[in-house]
């Protein structure tokens, strides 16, 4: 069984109301306004019944050109046209106009249906087919069987009915899900009957069933599915290409508007800079970068301006929708350009990607892109060729709308798999390369410091991920540093001699220690003292106490007589702990102040107890 939408398309007033009226016995003008003008302005709706089971759904549209957004709200996924040209008008702008926007919309199945033959002779019916052939001769629409139909004869309908029963039954409808469970619904009309609450209706694109949850965009707010009909039946589930009306929670239809969608796609997303291909008119112009456009896109209409991506000398042609706010799209999704001004047709559209950035003109790298995205064929190794460092795969899979995981890729690319990234193999040699030049003139700048902090290598070359350890063989990292792999701190005659007399002198000085002040001016004859000095701190055999530095063996030994004293006594005093010492008070106080810090002890009034924490 085939779920089929059938959109009526054409010049107001060529009969198509009254054609799914003939079909269906359901007059699809609802609205009040319309009855009194006799002219459709929104969209309308009715089954159309086969004997095959199959599911059908008529959409009726506007014909008039002030309505041709709700005309293209209706178009937007239909599967099979019914193209009406009144025989006694013939042609008309807007049987062009529709015309060129099924095409743009890639509508290709469908019947052109003459109406209103009773008013006109054999002749000028033979001379209007003439006209179609010669005006659709460009176009699908050659294809399509010509039927003949007036409201005086209901037999010409039921002609038509069959005829439109034989072409479906040949049509392949393609399967629209991307993925399984995907479901997506641009809603084209809203409704809030009393005591029922919010309700949604348009043409399903993908399967759903009650009780499941959405995501409505560009609100992103998370609704569930408490009701699902199509032409009024109730249903548990529907799938798609059907008609379908849902009873929504989790919102109020004065926060929803047509144009707005309910999907679990994880690929749609709100975005004011939208990457497009452009596809022309039949004979159009292009338009003029900057030109100010209507944005027909689902069943929603925005605003925006076009700016192009490059010079334009041959197809394709890409450039950047930018829009005047956040609007809900997603890979492939096929536009209607207008003029802001006139409301004239331009051309369609096609997203390529919904993830646009700002870029300068004709940027080669750019271009690239957009054509590995136009035709899906992305050359995984050549895009990587063109990046510096590593690409996350989640990234490149939305970027191109892509599946791909650590097991997807040949030898020219390598894997970093514990922040599931991909570099090609040539350009993480190259990143190699550059660490090694990096820590390599930094060793000959500071010989005597263990290496470069391990935080700057993963900022400078890693995008702040630590991936050191995929480096192992090349790098090594110890307590926080990087270098090079068999790097070792060694040092000369002199700095030997500065290290041994600075040993010397805080040991002289015991549990006192020394300020930098006083030991710099010791050295000061010496322009290797510093360095060497910080080699000390770097390999912990001196300590900073507060600005004075003394031995890590005195200072563990201050540790180990205050836990010794803890083991006859409660607690200490700052007097008590200086004896112990035989330190001056002020290193004392430096020393007890470190172990509260450190939670060692624990200061209560004028003295400390044992830290139990």
């Known amino acids: 069984m085939k779920n089929i939408v059938i959109g009526t398309a054409g010049h107001i007033d060529h009969g198509k109301t009254t054609l799914v009226k003939m079909l269906t016995d359901i007059n699809t003008d609802t609205m009040k306004e319309e009855k009194e003008r006799g ?6 709706f009715a089954p159309l019944n086969t004997p095959s089971g199959d599911i059908i759904s008529i959409i009726d549209v506007p014909g008039h050109e002030k309505f041709i957004k709700n005309m293209v709200a209706g178009a937007k996924g239909i599967d ?3 193209f009406l040209i009144a025989c006694d008008d013939g042609i008309m702008p807007q049987t062009i106009e529709h015309k060129e926007i099924l095409k743009l919309l890639g509508v290709k199945n469908g019947i052109i249906v003459l109406s209103k033959t009773d008013l006109v002779t054999s002749e000028r019916i033979q001379e209007l087919k003439i006209e179609i052939e010669e005006s659709f001769q460009d176009s699908f629409f050659k294809s399509f069987p010509i ?28 399967d629209s899900n991307k993925e399984e469970n995907f479901f997506r619904l641009d809603i084209d009309k809203i409704y809030s009957p009393k005591g029922i609450g919010t309700i949604v209706s348009g043409t399903t694109i993908g399967n759903i069933k009650k009780g499941d949850t959405l995501t409505l965009y560009p609100q992103k707010i998370s609704i569930k599915i408490k009701g699902i009909q199509n032409h009024g039946k109730d249903l548990e589930e529907i799938s798609s290409h059907q008609r379908c009306a849902l009873n929504i929670t989790g919102t109020t ?12 796609s994880q690929t749609i997303m709100n975005s004011k800079i939208i990457d497009v291909l452009f596809n022309r008119l039949s004979g159009g112009e292009l338009p003029k970068n900057n030109t100010k456009i209507r944005l027909n896109i689902g069943t929603g209409e925005y605003f925006g301006k076009i700016k192009y991506l490059h010079e334009i000398e041959t197809d394709p042609i890409f450039f950047q929708l930018i829009m005047d706010k956040d609007i809900p799209v997603d890979f492939d999704d096929i536009g209607i350009l207008r003029t802001l001004s006139t409301s004239s047709l331009i051309g369609g559209v096609r997203i390529l990607t919904p993830f646009g950035v700002p870029t300068k003109k004709n940027n080669y790298i750019y271009l690239q892109k957009l054509n590995y995205l136009l035709n899906k064929d992305l050359n995984l190794v050549e895009y990587l060729s063109t990046k510096k460092d590593f690409v996350y795969i989640n990234d490149l899979n ?21 922040i599931n990234a991909i570099i090609h193999k040539t350009i993480l040699e190259k990143l190699k390369l550059d660490i090694k030049i990096y820590l390599e003139d930094f060793h000959n700048k500071n010989p005597l410091k263990k290496g470069v902090p391990l935080a700057t290598v993963n900022n400078l070359f890693f995008k702040g991920q630590n991936l050191t350890i995929e480096f192992q063989d090349d790098f090594q990292e110890q307590n926080n540093f990087v270098s090079l792999k068999n790097f070792k701190i060694k040092l000369s005659k ?13 040991k002289k000085h015991e549990f006192n220690g020394l300020s930098f002040e006083i030991l710099n001016e010791h050295f000061k004859s010496n322009r290797n003292f510093k ?39 409660s607690k200490i ?4 702990f200086r004896d112990i010492l035989k330190s001056n008070r002020k290193m004392a106080l430096i020393y007890l102040e470190n172990f509260d810090e450190k939670k060692v002890t624990k200061k209560i009034d004028n003295y400390r107890v044992k830290n139990n924490i």
Not at 39 to 44: A, E, P, Q, V, Y
């Open 573 to 576: 005093t700052l007097a008590e």
């Open 39 to 44: 002219m459709t302005i929104d969209l309308g």
């Open 80 to 82: 099979f046209v019914l």
């Open 398 to 418: 939305k970027e191109f709308n892509l599946t791909l995981n650590q097991s997807s890729f040949d030898e020219n690319i390598f894997t970093f798999k514990s």
């Open 147 to 174: 039927v003949e139909v007036t409201s005086k004869d209901s037999s010409t309908y039921k002609t038509l009915y069959n005829i439109i029963l034989k072409e479906i039954n040949n049509l392949k409808i393609l």
């Open 494 to 506: 002199d700095e030997k001699k500065i290290k041994d007399e600075i040993l010397v002198l805080l």
């Open 253 to 264: 239809a004065k926060e929803i508007e047509r144009g707005n969608l309910l999907t679990n």
């Open 531 to 569: 360095n060497v000095f910080q080699y000390l701190l770097s390999e912990g055999l001196v300590l900073n106490l507060d600005d004075y530095y003394v031995l890590k063996g005195f200072y563990q030994e201050a540790l180990s007589r205050l836990q010794l004293f803890f083991e006859k006594n």
